[in-house]
């Protein structure tokens, strides 16, 4: 315990909040902690250790207000919703006008925005913070939404306990209101379209080219040092190299394929078709998580139909295929987002400043990539070009096309569902097709509906001789 007001409170002592607890006590600032379950409240000196002294225990909200130096700021690590509102509606009364809350859980950006307009005297900021527990104790990345003048106050204490590249905070101030939980959606939807896509490539290794997790642990460790170097890679080695000591078995093969999800992916891919925004992949990949809950009918499928992954023809794809291709894929998963992230911008009035962004992911995030300080450059040369086209990039997916054609041919030919991988290709084939076919959609829309078109010689007719148009 201390005697000096805490610099800062926190509310929520779970898996994020505890451990950012540790880091904001070992980074010097003393704070004031609440926790709906008091026992944990409690336990959590002793779970401190030496930093316990910079933490001080609160068991009601009013002593937590009491704990923390004016003009007070409170960070809320609870799950996203209702439970955010409740506590705002519990320490309001409670907090002097210029006081601020700042909710750093996964918020849907709406809501953000509804909060931030509803806030009155009490300031609010919306804060996504991504690195999982590991980040959250040791340098997690921050996006930041809010009013330029709240963020001052706090980002002292925020770059202090951010991830750092070469020197430089993965924290920053990306826009107001919900703009930093709409990154953070973002985001988390990049991070859901590169996990399916490893995950892709691994049932590739398994199913089609009948390797063991051992073998698999071993290429995820040999692509560590390539241009797929990221946190996500390394725990797939990592993951896939584990054993159940229960079994003995490798882990991944005693694990249930039915992945779970918290919302950051669906509101991801809402929000993309509220803005017109391309992110198949993103959307395949929120899609093939809604499939792997369906356990009972994929069975009952396997058993009408018989087994879908075959094993692919011997030397039908080698490793470097597979790395090829999925390098391409990540360079699309990024491209999407990104792109979306500048959609917003333009629609919001927000201007998201897509090279810092790119900046905060390298370090600290579930999605850092030593592609990302590349991305930063790109952006940063023009931030309004799909990042596909930046010279470094597009080098990738000239490099990578033919492996990634000839991993979806394959895998389609095999049975094995590579949702995200292929509709990364489609995205790259209609992203490289000048004259498409939305014209036919267009003719179609006319006749039905005359809903009329544009002609490509600019002629002032929009209307098409369709027999019947017209009665
Ligand atoms: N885990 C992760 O990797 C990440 C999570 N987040 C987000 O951070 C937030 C917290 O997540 P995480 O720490 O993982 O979750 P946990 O479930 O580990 O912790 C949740 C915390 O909130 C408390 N809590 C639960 N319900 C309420 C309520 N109705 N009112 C007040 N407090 C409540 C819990 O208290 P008690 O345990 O006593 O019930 C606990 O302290 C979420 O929004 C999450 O989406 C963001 C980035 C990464
Ligand atoms: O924000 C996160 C990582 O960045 C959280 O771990 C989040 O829970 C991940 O999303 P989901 O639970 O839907 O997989």
Redesign the pocket.
């Known amino acids: 315990m201390t005697d000096a007001p805490a610099r800062i409170g926190l509310i929520g002592l779970g898996t994020m909040g505890g451990a950012l607890t540790l880091n904001i006590a070992e980074e010097g600032f003393p704070i004031a902690v609440w926790n709906i379950d008091e026992a944990v409240t409690r336990a959590f000196p002793e779970r401190a250790g030496e930093l316990a002294d910079k933490i001080v225990p609160c068991m009601t909200h009013e002593e937590l207000v009491a704990a923390i130096q004016p003009p007070r700021a409170i960070i809320l690590l609870i799950p996203a919703g209702e439970a955010v509102d409740q506590q705002i509606a519990a320490l309001t009364p409670l907090l002097d006008d210029g006081d601020m809350i700042i909710d750093m859980g996964?918020a849907n950006f709406h809501d953000t925005n509804r909060r931030a307009r509803e806030a009155g005297g009490v300031n609010f900021l919306g804060m996504g913070i991504?690195g999982?527990e590991e980040g959250a104790r040791h340098g997690p990345a921050i996006m930041a939404g809010g009013r330029p003048e709240d963020w001052a106050r706090v980002e002292e204490v925020m770059t202090a306990v951010a991830a750092k590249h070469e020197g430089e905070p993965c924290a920053a101030l990306v826009g107001p209101e919900g703009a930093g939980h709409f990154v953070k959606a973002v985001?988390?939807g990049i991070?859901y379209a590169d996990m399916q896509m490893i995950a892709e490539v691994y049932g590739l290794m398994r199913d089609g080219m009948g390797m063991g997790a051992g073998e698999i642990a071993e290429v995820f460790e040999g692509w560590v040092e390539s241009p797929l170097r990221s946190y996500l890679i390394e725990i797939s080695a990592e993951v896939a190299r584990a054993t159940d000591p229960e079994t003995g078995k490798p882990a991944l093969d005693v694990i249930l394929d039915a992945a779970?999800?918290?919302?950051?992916?669906r509101w991801t891919a809402i929000e993309a078709q509220h803005l017109g925004a391309p992110v198949p992949a993103i959307e395949a990949a929120v899609q093939a998580r809604n499939l792997s809950a369906k356990v009972a009918d994929r069975a009952a499928g396997e058993a009408l139909f018989g087994p879908g992954p075959r094993p692919l023809p011997e030397g039908a794809l080698d490793l470097p295929t597979l790395q090829a291709a999925l390098i391409a894929g990540k360079v699309l998963c990024y491209d999407q987002g990104f792109g979306m992230i500048s959609a917003a911008g333009r629609d919001y009035g927000w201007d998201l400043p897509l090279p810092e962004i790119a900046k905060i992911w390298r370090e600290g995030c579930?999605i850092r990539s030593a592609m990302l300080d590349d991305m930063a450059e790109a952006l940063a040369e023009d931030p309004d070009r799909n990042l596909m086209m930046a010279p470094y990039f597009s080098k990738f997916l000239v490099d990578g096309e033919h492996a990634l054609r000839t991993l979806v041919a394959q895998a389609a030919m095999a049975g094995i569902p590579v949702p995200a991988l292929a509709s990364g290709l489609a995205y790259f084939d209609a992203m490289r097709t000048a004259r498409g076919t939305a014209n036919m959609i267009q003719a179609q829309r006319d006749y039905f509906g005359a809903h009329g078109f544009d002609r490509l010689d600019g002629k002032d007719i929009h209307h098409g001789p369709w027999a019947g148009h017209g009665l």
Do not use: D, L, P, V
């Open positions: 996964n991504s999982g985001h988390n991070e779970g999800q918290k919302g950051t992916g579930i």
